[in-house]
Nanobody, 123 residues
């Protein structure tokens, strides 16, 4: 049974930084695409960043240049470093792991999801 456990969400002020972590339990992390998604109240689930390998990453335009996604396969952990946070970054952030082919920002290719961690950015 694969479980994803996120941590690191918090309330911060505009311009602040946070690092989210997602530990993958129950399987080898190396076999999966890994991604971060977020959902704000009343909004659709949005792809934020994905990582296949350290040199194969993808970001939503709204976070490119501010967020950095990385994975540590031996530690079975996915990270999302978020800098220069803005109020519009406020959301519940979810990590996901998948092995099916397809659009990396499509929720359909991901088999496993974390429970979510809340990020709130205030002025």
């Amino acid at each position: 049974q694969v479980r994803l456990v996120e941590s690191g969400g918090a309330s911060v002020q505009v311009g602040g930084s946070l690092r989210l972590s997602c530990e993958v339990k129950g399987d080898m992390i190396s076999r999966y695409y890994l991604g971060w998604f977020r959902q704000a109240p009343g909004e659709e689930l949005e792809g934020v960043a994905t990582v296949i390998t350290s040199d194969n990453t993808r970001y939503a335009p709204s976070v490119k240049g501010r967020f950095t996604v990385s994975r540590d396969n031996p530690r079975k952990t996915l990270y999302l470093q978020m800098n220069n946070l803005k109020p519009e970054d406020s959301a519940t952030y979810y990590c996901a792991a998948g092995s099916r082919g397809g659009e990396l920002f499509s929720r359909d290719i991901y088999d496993y999801w974390g429970q979510g961690t809340q990020v709130t950015v205030s002025t």
